[in-house]
């Protein structure tokens, strides 16, 4: 028979809600305890009945603002909410914890996959969700992603909030300019010449925008060319034919728009509350290049926000026809207490209609428009497609946007996280304000710059 410290440990860790039924068995039969006792301690009902505290998840700020029926639906499952101690997704907190072998919170719901999953993984701050996931929770998840979220063969950040990089526009300008409001530029030619014609019409100040950071404009734009573009290491390959085209195009689309567009936004650690959308919202420009839920947040503040309209990115003639696809999704904190709970939460959080209907439609009642940003469990699109509700067939955008991961790609995920995209960035926009005149070189500096953070974060070269 083991020590009494370890029955007494496992024990506390079934109780507590720390490990799932799977572990409780094996780790029970290691132990030497009875088959009796095994099954009386894996029920449900007791495993998390002594839990050491309320299950707590940390949030962004932004995630409540957008969604705000989160907050009902969190308590009304007995959640308590702490708004995440982040800014430019830093993860310095929750590592410092982790190293200690603790954790504030239980889970957080601010991680896109590509910016923070290997980072949070190999520091062993995080674990799976694999073992504490209901069964067949994970075959449910869209499956693209689903391998967004997986690292080495597990599903370490779970899906929740989707969006895809699409071009949006306002119809009015696009009307104004003597141009079809109803049909988006197909290539990245006619994109550009409607926009130097909405700007030289008066129609608008600028024929187009965009959200300078990279994983917004210069990778989505280079997907629609080529998907082929990364290392081994999950780097973008800024010096790729690919990602100087998209460059080019980019420079072109700054001379029908505005410097301004290159500056940092205001909250966040300047990822959020950026140029491009006070531009939209003030209806000064006719195009616009980003993920869904901008153009319809901003397009909010309109007279009219019907005159929103959505598309695919432009297809660059040849090109792979792709954008850039991401989840805001949860991850699971190593150190923390109600995982077995914390997994059956998210299954109640992406089932709950009143969040999706919040998210497409809105709510007139209340003042809060729709954001757009999408469910990613097959099962309750199968529901809608079955059984449409009228606040869905009511936006058919949403079911557009979704079916447009049939050619959206991830970004791939790399150990530097966003510190690749923060080193990189300062020498490839001085292409776009003009401190440099050629394109080739100012990538090969963001490539270098972002090579050189490798070396020094992990000893070795990049396979560039």
């Known amino acids: ?14 109780l507590s809600g720390r490990i799932s039924r799977r572990d409780v068995m094996r780790r029970g039969l290691a132990l030497g305890l009875s088959a009796p006792v095994l099954a009386a301690l894996a029920q449900e009902s007791v495993r998390g009945a002594l839990a050491d505290r309320q299950m707590i998840f940390t949030v962004y700020q932004w995630q409540f603002d957008l969604h705000p029926t989160w907050t009902t639906v969190m308590k009304e499952n007995n959640v308590q909410v702490d708004i995440a101690p982040v800014a430019g997704f830093s993860l310095d907190r929750f590592v410092a914890e982790a190293q200690k072998q603790e954790s504030t919170w239980d889970a957080y719901t601010g991680v896109t996959p590509f910016l923070e999953m290997i980072a949070l993984a190999e520091s062993g701050t995080i674990e799976p969700w694999d073992p504490y996931l209901p069964a067949g929770a994970a075959d449910d998840l869209i499956p693209a992603t689903r391998t967004e979220g997986t690292y080495k063969n597990q599903l370490y950040v779970f899906p929740l909030l989707l969006d895809v990089i699409v071009q949006g526009w306002n119809a009015e300008i696009i009307q104004k300019a003597g141009l079809d409001p109803e049909t988006a530029p197909k290539n990245w030619d006619e994109y550009l010449a409607n926009a130097q014609k909405v700007k030289d019409s008066g129609a608008a100040p600028y024929g187009c925008i965009f959200d300078f950071h990279d994983w917004r404009s210069l990778i989505p734009i280079t997907h629609s060319i080529s998907t082929d573009v990364y290392t081994q290491e999950g780097l973008f390959r800024y010096t790729s034919d690919a990602a100087v085209q998209a460059i080019e195009i980019m420079k ?99 089932k709950d209609d009143r969040i999706w209907e919040e998210s497409i439609a809105g709510n007139a009642e209340t003042g809060i428009p729709a954001v757009g940003q999408l469910p990613i469990l097959q099962s309750k699109w199968a529901e809608w497609a079955a059984n449409p509700p009228d606040w869905l067939t009511a936006n058919p955008w949403a079911v557009q946007v979704k079916d447009g991961l049939a050619k959206a790609s991830a970004i791939a995920p790399s150990i530097l996280a966003a510190q690749q995209f923060t080193v990189a960035r300062p020498e490839w926009v001085k292409y776009l304000n003009g401190e440099e005149a050629d394109a080739k070189t100012a990538l090969q500096k963001a490539q270098d710059a972002v090579a050189a953070e490798y070396k020094k974060q992990t000893g070795k070269d990049a396979t560039y």
Do not use: C
């Not at 028979?1 to 079934?14: I, K």
């Not at 301004?260 to 140029?275: R, Y």
């Open 252 to 350: 072109k689309m700054v001379d029908v728009s505005t410097k301004d567009l290159l500056q940092e936004g205001t909250t966040d650690g300047g990822v959020n509350n950026t140029p491009d959308e006070q531009i939209y919202s003030a209806q000064q420009a006719g195009y616009y290049i980003k993920y869904q839920n901008a153009h319809l947040r901003f397009a909010a503040t309109w007279p009219d926000p019907s005159q929103n309209r959505l598309g695919p990115l432009p297809v660059q003639e040849g090109g792979a026809g792709g954008t850039v696809f991401w989840d805001t999704g949860a991850v699971l904190f190593k150190y923390g207490q109600n995982k077995q709970a914390a997994a059956q939460f998210l299954m109640t959080l992406s």
């Open 1 to 14: 028979m083991a020590e009494n410290t370890e029955v007494r440990q496992l024990w506390h860790d079934a």
